[in-house]
């Protein structure tokens, strides 16, 4: 193996491991070491050959500044729980259903000039001289219509770090003290967190890679009264405010702020919602304004000799890496959780650093490293999924996370781990910075959201899904180890046209989400540039309720391209005679049931030239169809599994018109996948179940190889 293909593996460690770290250096090759949230680096390590890693606070672990400076603590917009008044008056208790350790309202700065108290009933926003707030009683009292509902969107302090607070109560960290939170934007705290980092670089100069987690602002994260997850957006801007920062952004944006563009009817701007203008304004600001405070502490490190690394996760938001304004940061790395295939090229797609790394799951946390848990199992799937899409576009490094002193003490795990680092390695050796091959042409997915955030749709976090999108991000996941290039694109830049490179457009998800579009498939505009581009030979896929808006008679607009539409019930009167033929190119390699997870019910065929694929009883699951010179598939859902990875990729080649390019590298068993290195003349095959599998290698078109494969085996080719 080459020497520059060695190491590429960072470790975490503690103080009471370090005899077990060295030997795991030397049994793993690994070239770094971590500290993490709760640990502490090892004096006696520091004469390891290697990378030191150190976690590096901006927000907190400084109890004593926060306490000085009770006005330059972090703040949050909440909202209260809407309330219906049943007489003239009504009072509101704004921290009802909120955790008091961890939030406290803000009566410093003027409720009346910051606060909002909306009638839901009718949208308008009560006069301020109709409502008061009692800081004693934590109350507001308002004047009300009887049966009308009503909420108080407000600003509190967050008094107990969301992230020291989540690792607390998984960890059980019942004597560790609450760590406050400090606003780094505003001058005061600005000038000392500048001051306490040159300070802090000075007195660790054994510090090589400083791991900033992250910047300066909490993904939106709120706990109830019994500790448990209230809200959590991983996207969330509800822990970015001030007035301090809103009074800034008045003179950037040159309108009054409001809390409603933040609450946004209680549903926090979830990533779900299609962002309004107000909302993408404070988006860009931030990005704006963070960029530029970040670069000022990365130039600090720099300054230092050290390496600045940005943690993917925790307080991220005005960083996201895919915006504008991330690469001004400067920053050495990128590092990130790993969870599955999407999560890893979103990280491994990142621009404007060095290298990226990505941490694999398990964490080494106590809520896998217990009785009942699987953490070699996890460990596994990880890696199945990470795998197939590292392929296509490789992290530099992985790493791992948490208490290393539970992942000793399971049997079997540290065997695990190797195959993994060893597999990894293996990649780099064989691929020599090149890239995989990809199809002759562009897919494109549409959304609210485009490249900002891309390779971000629909995921919580660390892989997480919503279980009512389980049935959609199986399409995002699919294509994250598939052989092609995908490019997430807005419906504005659709209005502006389409990319001659770009065969296939994909549109996923619920009516009314940023994912599908919402009101934007009203806009004229859109829709004709989409009919034009599959009339002239593009192809359209859509996945649970694409173009899916109420208007003009139908909900699909694109029923016409699509040849379906959903039944909603205005049309139950007008008969449908579907049949169905499953005889086609996309079912080719497919055997048994296929799983459209919960999909979506009163799916019915539409027009003349469709084709019904898969019927769940009279409504369709599963359909095809031509329009002019072009084509469109549409599923009612498609949850990830390698099956339907198959599905999804001969559906897309089909849509493009470019069957005959597919075997181009391909392999009959939907288990396997592979990947072709032109420049290398190396071929990877993997399989993706932990069983055995048999299958057929193409190149070229032809069939060059007959494989049986064991149990998540990859295995290299040359050709």
């Known amino acids: 193996m080459n020497e520059e293909n060695k190491g590429r593996l960072t470790l975490p460690t503690d103080v009471d491991m ?30 390891q050959n290697v990378k030191i890693y150190a976690t590096y606070y901006t927000t907190r672990n400084d109890n004593a500044w926060a306490m000085k400076n009770p006005e330059e603590i972090q703040q949050e917009y909440l909202i209260s729980d809407p309330i219906t008044a049943r ?204 960029s530029k405070l970040a670069k000022e502490l990365v130039d600090i490190v720099h300054s230092y000799n050290k390496e600045a690394m940005m943690f993917l996760g925790d307080h991220w938001i005005g960083t996201e890496p895919f915006g504008k304004y991330f690469a001004n940061i400067g920053l050495d790395a990128v590092v990130g959780s790993v969870g599955d295939g999407v999560t890893l090229r979103m990280i491994s797609d990142i621009q404007g650093v060095t290298y990226t790394e990505g941490r694999l799951l398990p964490y080494f946390f106590p809520d896998v490293f217990k009785e009942g848990g699987d953490p070699i199992g996890e460990a596994k799937d990880n890696w199945i999924k990470a795998r197939r899409a590292i392929l296509r576009s490789p992290l530099d490094r992985i790493g791992y996370g948490g208490y290393l002193k539970l992942a000793k003490e399971w049997p079997g ?47 919580v976090h660390h892989a997480l899904w919503y279980r009512e999108i389980y049935s959609y991000v199986g399409v995002i996941e699919c294509l994250s180890g598939m052989p092609l290039d995908v490019e997430f694109i807005t419906f504005e830049e659709i209005k502006k046209g389409i990319s001659p490179e770009m065969k296939v457009i994909i549109n996923v998800g619920d009516a ?29 896929i859509g996945v649970g309720e694409p173009s899916a808006c109420q208007y003009e008679g139908q909900f699909f607009q694109l029923r016409d391209v699509l040849g379906v539409d959903r039944e909603m019930g205005f049309s139950i009167s007008t008969d449908k005679y579907n049949e169905m033929d499953k005889n ?36 369709s699951r599963l359909v095809v169809n031509e329009y002019g010179k072009g084509r469109s598939v549409y599923f009612s859902g498609l949850p990830y599994s390698p ?67 064991c149990p998540m085996e990859m295995r290299w080719l040359s050709f």
Not at 447 to 457: K, S
Not at 649 to 658: P, V
Not at 666 to 679: G, H, L, M, Q, R
Not at 688 to 707: D, F, M, S, V, W
């Open 87 to 290: 007489s003239n008056t009504l009072s509101i208790k704004l921290m009802q259903g909120f955790h008091t350790e961890q939030l406290k309202v803000n009566t410093i700065d003027s409720p009346k000039r910051w606060w909002e108290v909306i009638d839901r009933t009718t949208g308008k926003v009560l006069p301020s001289e109709q409502w008061e707030y009692d800081a004693a009683s934590g109350e507001v009292t308002l004047q009300s219509i009887p049966y009308h509902v009503y909420t108080v969107s407000f600003l509190a302090f967050l008094i107990w770090d969301p992230v020291h607070m989540y690792n607390s109560i998984t960890n059980d960290w019942k004597s560790s003290p609450h760590q406050l939170t400090y606003d780094v934007r505003q001058p005061k705290t600005q000038k000392y967190v500048k001051e306490k980092l040159k300070k802090w670089c000075e007195e660790n100069p054994h510090v090589d890679v400083v791991r900033f987690t992250t910047f300066f602002h909490q993904f939106t994260l709120t706990f109830d009264k019994q500790k448990r997850e209230k809200y959590v957006e991983w996207f969330g801007y509800s822990a970015s405010v001030s007035p301090y920062i809103l009074e800034q952004f008045e003179k950037w944006a040159g309108y009054t702020f409001r809390p409603e563009f933040i609450v946004d009817q209680g549903y926090h701007n979830s990533t779900f919602r299609v962002p309004s203008k107000e909302f993408l304004d404070f988006i860009e600001f931030q990005q704006i304004e963070v």
């Open 413 to 459: 795990f540290i065997e695990e781990i190797q195959k993994v680092v060893d597999e990894f390695r293996q990649i780099h050796e064989n691929t020599q910075g090149t890239k995989a091959y990809t199809a002759p042409f562009k897919v494109g997915i549409l959304n609210c959201w485009g490249n900002l955030r891309r390779w971000m749709a629909n995921q």
């Open 584 to 619: 086609h190119f996309i079912l080719e390699d497919i055997v048994g049931e296929i799983n459209f997870g919960e999909g979506k019910s009163r799916i019915y065929a539409y027009g003349e030239n469709y084709q019904i694929l898969n019927m769940d009883g009279k409504y």
């Open 643 to 709: 099956q339907n990875c198959r599905i999804l990729l001969r559906a897309i080649y089909y849509a493009a018109h470019e069957e005959k390019e597919m075997k181009k590298f391909y392999v009959s068993n939907v288990d396997t996948e592979v990947s072709a290195y032109e420049k290398t003349g190396r071929i990877a095959v993997i399989n993706n179940c932990n069983a055995p599998r048999q299958t057929e290698l193409y190149i070229h078109g032809e069939r060059k190889e007959y494989l049986s494969m």
């Open 512 to 540: 009314y989400t940023s994912w599908s579009g919402g009101d934007n498939w009203k806009d004229e505009k859109v829709v004709c540039a989409i009919r034009q581009f599959v009339d002239n030979g593009g192809g359209f």
């Open 18 to 47: 370090v005899e077990e770290t060295i030997r795991l250096k030397e049994l793993l090759q690994a070239d770094a070491f971590r500290d993490c949230d709760g640990t502490q680096m090892p004096k006696e390590l520091l004469n």
